[in-house]
């Protein structure tokens, strides 16, 4: 039978039931992780940007003057999160999987962040991320650099999805998302260029948790 990406409401509860009953304790340590990583990422966000960084010259983004794309950016962003919800609300494993990865990911953003403070290249446009502004202080963040977050987050979505038709969409909507801040020159082309290798590794290691008896 042919998959959809709209799950079947009805077989949500049980499956999820099931799933808690033989994951448990791994499913709690991932949540909790995760919180603790997202009440921890704002002030040290904040802490990052107030700290002055290094800065180098990107022959890429020499090449051209930032184009503004935000609005196109977060639409990128946040359809890509709200299908991988949908689709993955009756599918824990996977959700388990792409909440423990996030939380590494996050956590190695924090390490790199901290021992290689950036500053943003000098002719950025800012990108205005609704989600932090939301969580955060609600200034702009300029300095979250080293590995594009972004990036990462919708690589990791299509390493995670196992539908063939859904990885088409979280591949594109990734090189898309790349493509939008290395124009608005929020990133230096490296941070692009690195992101999917941490969420690769994240991943992997997410998966190699969940699976390990």
């Not at 304790?25 to 704002?42: E, G, Q, R, W």
């Not at 690589?155 to 939008?180: G, M």
Request: one cysteine or more; charged letters at 15%; aromatic letters at 16%.
């Amino acid at each position: 039978m042919k998959q959809t990406i709209q799950p079947d409401l009805k077989h949500i509860k049980p499956i999820w039931t099931h799933y808690f009953r033989e994951y448990k304790k791994k499913l709690v340590f991932s949540l909790l992780y995760l919180i603790a990583v997202l009440v921890a990422l704002p002030n040290f966000l904040q802490f990052i940007e107030e700290r002055n960084g290094y800065s180098f010259n990107d022959p890429v983004l020499a090449l051209y003057q930032p184009v503004d794309v935000t609005w196109l950016t977060f639409c990128l962003i946040y359809s890509a999160l709200l299908i991988a919800v949908i689709h993955f609300s009756d599918k824990p494993k996977l959700f388990h999987c792409t909440m423990l990865a996030y939380a590494l990911m996050a956590t190695t953003r924090i390490i790199a962040m901290y021992l290689l403070p950036l500053n943003p290249p000098d002719s950025m446009i800012l990108l205005n991320d609704p989600f932090v502004q939301f969580f955060g202080s609600g200034e702009i963040l300029t300095k979250d650099l080293f590995f594009s977050g972004h990036t990462s987050t919708l690589f990791l979505l299509f390493l995670v999805s196992e539908q063939r038709a859904l990885k088409y969409i979280f591949l594109l909507a990734t090189i898309l998302v790349a493509i939008c801040v290395v124009l608005q020159h929020v990133h230096y082309t490296i941070d692009v260029f690195a992101a999917p290798f941490f969420a690769y590794a994240s991943y992997k290691i997410a998966n190699r948790i969940i699976k390990r008896n």
